[in-house]
């Protein structure tokens, strides 16, 4: 089974939500990435993009397949890492960490409570290989 | 999924391996198992392993088997030498290509046709209708086959081998053991590197398998999936069926006219071929590499000043040459190297420039 840290939030497309005081960093799951294979391209918006919760924010591309970004809540982009397009293997290599996509200033705070903790987002996991 | 997939007999030596297993025309193939980038480079700097028992492979002998695949197949097989081996098609009357393939002389009038598992089928269906005066058996279900490829191949083969294989010439066959399985030695291969493509029983398989990888544990010798096999091949330029290649296509604009030759008499689809090369084909396949990081994959369009003028066959991100490559059918005026177009990737052209190929440069044995 993937990692999955029990400080972060989940959703069903396989993103990672982080608290950092008033703004959250996402990312894509490890088994998301393990899924997808080796990255080879990521597209993020722009910092000031307007995101929408459920709704895709970025494109992921691995050699076989091309993944829509969903943004785990709504609000505005204030950072984007500059280094993914550029070096598209550090979504694999870390994805937790240096492989992280966007930091959103969230718009409606009430949306944080709709996203999956690490057990339900576990135990969507495990399902879903059945 | 109405049919079940089937199983080469290395399918639990795949799953014991930690692959992951997807369909595949049919099959359930493992599509990578360390990673497709890192089996790619394997396959450049060592030797890989791959399984592709899921071809096909389909015999004919007798007195009528040379008439028989001369009238079916686009290459001249009365030019081949015994224990020689010929890249083909099999065309439609239309030009339209059935399926494309290796026709190997095994003796004086004994063949064997090797075809896309994806394709058994079709081809076995039109070679029997079309030739079937010919004595064919369809020996794929029986059939192994491992492709050894890579710097390293030879020395790997060769060690496990009871006969030299260094004198086995490029496209040209022979027969001995292997790690004491009998195994028809094929030095052929679909990834641009020196190897070799083992046919064996498939009762045989799993042990040549196991005999190899551990055979080639000091050689570096890595399996590798369909994902790597797509990537490698890809970089040569070399066609896939039902991606690149299909009954939509003729072999002139695939760039396949090396293996049309219709000073050898009739076969299916000369006219129309002959129609095609005295006008010119209207569109060609080409080598595209992306001006920056961007995937173009089957099926995006291809455009000129925003004008419409082909589409994307195949492409990828290409491990060896570290560029975003693609093949791609382009409307003849725009398809000369050097040409600038665009492929549009989610409503967005991308700058793409038509380039030679092959992308990485051939090694294999000459």
Redesign the interface.
């Given at each position: 089974m993937a990692n999955v840290p029990a400080e972060l939030k989940y959703t069903k497309e396989h993103e990672w939500a982080k608290r950092e005081g008033d703004r959250v960093r996402v990312g894509i799951t490890e088994y998301a990435q393990e899924q997808l294979?080796?990255v080879?391209?990521v597209e993020l918006p722009k910092v000031g993009a307007k995101v929408t919760a459920h709704q895709a924010f970025g494109?992921v591309?691995?050699?076989?397949a091309?993944s829509d970004l969903f943004a785990p809540i709504s609000g505005e982009v204030v950072e984007a890492n500059g280094d993914l397009?550029?070096k598209?293997?550090t979504v694999?290599k870390d994805p937790y960490g240096k492989g992280w996509m966007i930091v959103i200033k969230p718009s409606n705070a009430g949306e944080w409570d709709q996203l999956l903790s690490s057990q339900q987002y576990e135990r969507f996991v495990a399902e879903a290989a059945h | 999924m109405d049919t079940p997939l089937k199983r080469t007999p290395l399918y639990d030596a795949h799953v014991k391996a930690g692959a992951r297993m997807v369909p595949f025309g049919g099959w359930e193939m493992p599509v990578q198992y360390s990673g497709i980038i890192e089996e790619h480079r394997a396959v450049r700097t060592t030797v890989g392993l791959f399984d592709v028992s899921h071809m096909g492979e389909f015999e004919v002998d007798g007195p009528e088997a040379l008439g028989a695949l001369q009238s079916l197949t686009t290459n001249d097989v009365a030019a081949l030498d015994i224990g020689q081996v010929q890249y083909s098609a099999l065309c439609y009357p239309d030009g339209g290509i059935v399926d494309d393939l290796t026709v190997y002389r095994l003796g004086a009038d004994r063949y064997m046709l090797t075809v896309n598992a994806g394709n058994i089928d079709k081809d076995w269906q039109w070679v029997t209708s079309h030739a079937g005066g010919a004595h064919w058996r369809n020996i794929s279900a029986e059939t192994a086959l491992i492709a050894v490829q890579g710097p390293k191949a030879e020395t790997l083969v060769g060690r496990l081998a009871e006969r030299d294989v260094t004198t086995i010439g490029y496209y040209r066959v022979a027969y001995g053991a292997v790690a004491g399985v009998r195994t028809l030695i094929s030095r052929t291969g679909y990834t641009g590197e020196d190897g070799f493509e083992l046919y064996v029983a498939g009762q045989d398989a799993a042990r040549l398998w196991a005999a190899l990888l551990e055979s080639g544990r000091q050689d570096g010798v890595a399996p590798i999936g369909l994902g790597a096999r797509d990537t490698l091949r890809l970089e040569m330029r070399y066609a896939l069926y039902g991606n690149d290649i299909d009954a939509t296509t003729n072999p002139l604009e695939a760039g396949l006219g090396w293996i049309v030759k219709p000073a050898k008499g009739q076969f299916l689809g000369r006219e129309a071929i002959e129609k095609v090369r005295a006008a010119g084909p209207a569109r060609r396949l080409v080598g595209l590499e992306m001006a920056e990081r961007a995937v173009a994959r089957h099926g995006y369009p291809v455009v000129k000043d925003g004008a419409p003028v082909g589409v994307v066959t195949s492409g990828s991100y290409g491990p060896s040459v570290d560029r975003y490559i693609a093949m791609a059918y382009v409307a003849a005026p725009h398809a000369a190297v050097g040409t600038d177009l665009g492929v549009e990737i989610r409503g967005q052209a991308k700058p793409a420039r038509v380039v030679k190929t092959p992308f990485h440069p051939s090694r294999t044995k000459k």
């Open positions: 294979g080796d080879v391209f494109v591309e691995s050699v076989k091309v397009p550029k598209p293997e694999n | -």
